[in-house]
């Protein structure tokens, strides 16, 4: 099979309206070859537009698509997606029931006329990308949800696209096959080099699969990075929530984009409400929690004293949610289940200071 992820494709200023419904707004991205990028946001954020207009099955109003300085779709130049060399992986799999895998995966190349030796050399390199080079001659309904899934990108790839999209892939599968696929998903990329495009509402998804991650809001890009990035150093309060857990309080010190350590946080929390405007987040593994009661703690720059409002156990740890004295939630994660309404004392050891939602 030919090597994939050879081409860099820019998304500049693109815009899609339906209507008077601006489903992107002006969205800028530039995916180098062989990244693996992830579209995250909530349900109607414009992921799935942004990725049907990537194919070729939307057109644009504003702004240009151009995959290795080949312009695909601007105001006034559409090109269709068959001459586009993407190839797309929907949620639904969309696989014909009465065809083999074989058959299957081979369908868009037959349709381009190749046959013979050359036909079947390509399908059996497209199975065994996504190792399942021995069930060609199994039906669809044969398969489990998992398998149907790497047939589905299987087909894809016999075409050699320059570009995959992935469309909310795991959607369809249970928890403990979506964890089985990431790993699959993780170990494609790395065997074949391509570059993928993938819409996900689930955060945890495309932290733990993309190379970097486009977060979207109401058809804006709201951040574009790492996703560790993201997860330490993300730009608003919103972004902030929406990726991993976390608790946002309000201090009286920082600035948005700048972090906020110990002892300079601890005093910020424990000025005076009306002084408290900046918003900071505090991440579980960032709160160290005494057993010792701490009633005393609340007007030190050391700690600060919490009551213990819920208990769950996740199995290697608890997860407390804890109340401060100003009335904000705090969560935090600890060895051992300290008892509810119970006092504890709390050392917040860092912060991340947000900009506010515009």
Known sequence: ???????????????KRFGEQTAVDALSLTINPGEFVALLGPSGCGKTTMLRMLAGFETINDGTIQLANRTLASADTHMPPEQRNMAMVFQSYALWPHMSVADNVGYPVKLRGLRGAAYHQKVQQALALVELDAYADRMPQALSGGQRQRVALARCLVSDPSVVLL??????LDRHLRATMEHSFR?????TGATLVYVTHDQTEAMALADKIAVMKAGKLIQWGAPETLYRQPRTTWVAGFIGQGSQLKVAAGHPGKRLEGAALMR????????????VLVRPEHIQISAAPASSAAHTDKQL?????????????????????????LLAYHPSAPDLGSQVAVDLHQGWCLEPDQ
């Open 1 to 15: 099979m030919a090597e994939l992820g050879t081409s860099g494709l820019m998304i500049d200023r693109v815009t």
């Open 167 to 172: 469309d909310e892939p795991l959607a369809n």
């Open 187 to 191: 170990d494609f990329h790395r065997r």
């Open 268 to 279: 910020g929390l424990n000025a005076i409400a009306s002084e408290r405007t900046q918003s």
């Open 305 to 329: 004293a919490a009551q213990v409002e819920s208990v769950i156990f996740r199995g290697e740890r608890y997860e407390l949610t804890l109340r401060l004295p100003s009335g904000e939630t």
